[in-house]
């Protein structure tokens, strides 16, 4: 098998949901990171997610209140001392990066399938 390829079952294990941003800022002493407070509906509250997206954003505050797709049941991950749980779903790079974002508001945490 391709290494490249993975099963359905395989992707069925990746778990996307829409996120709203409720707070977006830079990451201190860094030039690529923000650090993100993400609404899913959750009862536990908003979720931290740090992402390499400053070369991109000139403006954290600009993210704020937009619906982006994430991937949420990654393990907890540690960055520059900041936990992140879940990461942000973007194509391309330099003149081509977008983000993946649904056409029309959608409720937090509203699942892909």
Not at 63 to 75: M, P, Y
Not at 89 to 96: C, K, N, P, Q, R
């Amino acid at each position: 098998m391709d290494k490249s390829r993975i099963t359905i079952d395989e992707f069925s294990k990746i778990e996307v949901k829409v996120g709203t941003v409720r707070l977006a800022e830079r990451v201190p002493e860094t030039d690529k990171l923000f650090r993100l407070l993400v609404d899913f509906s959750e009862e536990s509250g908003p979720r931290q997610i740090v992402s390499g997206i400053a070369m991109y954003v000139s403006e954290p505050e600009s993210l704020v209140g937009r619906q982006f797709a994430f991937v949420t049941n990654l393990e907890p991950r540690t960055i520059r001392g900041l936990e992140s749980n879940g990461m942000l779903f973007a194509v391309g790079s330099g003149d081509t990066f977008a983000f993946l974002t649904p056409d029309r508001d959608v409720p937090s945490g509203t699942s892909a399938h």
